[in-house]
């Protein structure tokens, strides 16, 4: 019987990804394996599942915008029009969860799951869902302002707080960027603001003197 989780499954993954991203786009998901494999174990998730899911989350990265609407209407995906036109570069989430789900209809739905969620997250969470959101942000290979901050409290805080804050970077990186924002960031970010008391922002964006 295949045994998902076992190294000798994620070695054959991880062979098949190398095939299909760049060199900085494997070191990348390796990165977030990794990581998503130790937030897991800090946080009581199921680490295999989690190295799995961070392994092949960036499945469809290999695509530019054009092709990755392409990959949509291939896997006949119904996507908001606004999103398809404006944000393209989200999308490799939702194809490669159902790509992978098609090639490989062994995967744990755990792990499609947190692969499709890793891009805009959802109201749903799962804690594997935020643990590989997280991972994505945490690996090791990034290099953004105030990652190292939030590397630090990684268990000394909950898992939902790690998963708040996290998802307030990319939201200022965004906003930083005037890139469009996705129609249900804010829906989602209310969402979870409801469960926390923590009003205080994360990172401090004074203005300069």
């Keep these: 019987m295949l045994d998902v989780l076992s190294d000798e499954y994620f070695e054959a993954r991880r062979i098949d990804i190398k095939e299909r991203v760049s060199n900085h786009r494997y070191a990348h998901v390796c990165g977030v394996a990794a990581c998503a494999e130790e937030l897991a174990k800090t946080y009581g998730v199921n680490p295999s599942m989690a190295r799995l899911a961070g392994l092949l989350h960036d499945w469809d990265k290999c695509f530019d915008d054009e092709q990755i609407r392409a990959r949509v209407e291939e896997l006949n995906l119904e996507i908001d029009p606004f999103v398809l036109d ?24 755990e792990v499609l799951s947190a692969i499709k969620k890793h891009t805009l997250a959802s109201t749903d969470m799962s804690d594997l869902d935020m643990v590989v959101f997280c991972a994505d942000g945490l690996e090791p290979n990034r290099n953004i302002l105030h990652v190292d901050e939030l590397r630090e409290i990684v268990g000394k805080v909950s898992l939902l707080e790690l998963f708040l804050r996290v998802y307030e970077l990319w ?23 409801n469960m926390v008391t923590h009003r205080k922002p994360m990172f401090d964006l004074k203005e300069n003197d």
Excluded: G, Q
Aim: proline residues 9%.
């Design 86 to 109: 404006k944000l393209p570069r989200v999308l490799h989430a939702d194809t490669a969860a159902v790509a992978l789900k098609n090639e490989f209809p062994e995967l744990p739905c």
């Design 171 to 193: 939201m200022d990186l965004t906003l930083s960027k005037r890139h469009w924002m996705h129609p249900d960031t804010v829906l989602i970010w209310n969402h979870y603001m």
